[in-house]
């Protein structure tokens, strides 16, 4: 999520974009590779920089560096303009050519939006917006919502809405997350299982912070139960390495549907019902609050809205 040094019609300076990324990154030497720029080229644009505010921006803590409170407030108007710039950019270019439209689209996704729904939408958004850079930040729900706060991406899709009110969200598709087991073993036996049997049961579940494991948490709620009443021996980050584990082991895990439909299809794995248990997701858009959606984002959320729909 790095940024250019080469753009002509840049807004900010030279300087200034050193200083967004060295601010980004908290290091003069990732700043540097990043940039392809020498640490004392780096360093000569921050001294004009300071020199420029006649204040310091960046204090050392040992071998850290961090934002002086002029710093940071410069950091925050800087990355307002930098948004403005690529919102700007975009939408000159498309009143030019919609195919030759440019834009930098930073994305942020939970796992089972990135790995099982984006892949598709982004490949035919590509086609349609070629020259429109895509990054796309792929972690569990509660580490997208941060760095969207934190201004590392621009628009995110997480699981449920979220609990803060420095972002707006808007509605996007919802998912099913099912009890599954492998269809080799003792637990497949059974098709159907009671809430009385299931503090017995070998669990492995999510890592904190997934929304998959939240959505099990307040089903759970809803039949009088805690996630602490379930026998759980194992926690995995991530819905592969959950997936993959299941296949071999003799435990009962929770997935989303989405994630394991070639799974269940060839026989590896198994879905069991449980008594009273329903588990549906609900997946958002989110961006900052006060923020003005930049035309990019308004046409990859109808993008992918239409798409989904049809």
């Known amino acids: 999520m790095g940024i250019l040094l080469h753009n002509s019609s840049s807004m900010l300076s030279i ?29 000569k644009n921050i001294q004009s920089l300071e020199n420029d505010y006649k204040a310091r921006l960046f204090e050392r803590k040992g071998y850290k560096i961090e934002l002086t409170a002029i ?7 800087l990355l307002e303009v930098k948004n403005i710039q690529d919102q700007t950019d975009f939408q000159i270019s498309f009143i030019k050519d919609k195919q030759q439209a440019k834009g930098i ?5 939970s796992t089972t939006v990135a790995l099982y729904i984006l892949p598709k939408i982004l ?21 997208v919502l941060q760095a969207l706060v934190e201004q590392n991406i621009n628009i995110g899709i997480i699981e449920g809405p979220p609990k803060t009110k420095k972002v707006e969200f808007l509605p996007f598709i919802t998912d099913d997350v099912i009890a599954i087991c492998s269809s080799k073993s003792y637990l497949a036996k059974k098709k159907n299982y009671t809430l009385k049997e299931i503090p017995n049961i070998p ?6 912070g997934s929304g998959t494991l ?15 009443d379930l026998n759980v021996k194992v926690r995995l980050g991530g819905t592969e390495a959950l ?40 997946f958002y858009f989110i961006q900052r609050k006060g923020e003005t ?8 959320v109808k993008f992918a809205k239409t798409m989904y729909n049809q």
Do not use: M, W
């Open 15 to 43: 300087k200034h974009l050193v200083f967004l990324e060295v601010a980004r990154l908290s290091s003069f030497t990732k700043a540097s590779e990043v940039l392809f720029l020498s640490q004392p080229a780096i360093s």
């Open 123 to 143: 490949s035919a958004f590509h086609k349609q917006y070629p020259q429109v850079e895509i990054s796309l930040f792929n972690r569990n729900s509660e580490i």
């Open 203 to 208: 669990i492995v579940l999510r890592e904190k």
């Open 243 to 282: 997936k993959n584990f299941l296949l071999e082991a003799d435990c009962l895990g929770f997935l989303p549907r989405r994630s394991i439909t070639k799974e269940l299809t060839n026989g590896e794995l198994k879905e069991i019902n449980i008594e009273g248990i329903s588990i549906q997701r609900k």
């Open 105 to 109: 689209l930073k994305l942020g996704a």
């Open 293 to 300: 959606a930049g035309e990019l984002n308004k046409n990859f």
């Open 214 to 228: 939240e959505a099990l948490a307040e089903s759970l709620k809803k039949v009088k139960l805690k996630l602490q």
């Open 71 to 77: 710093g940071t407030l410069l950091y925050e108007k």
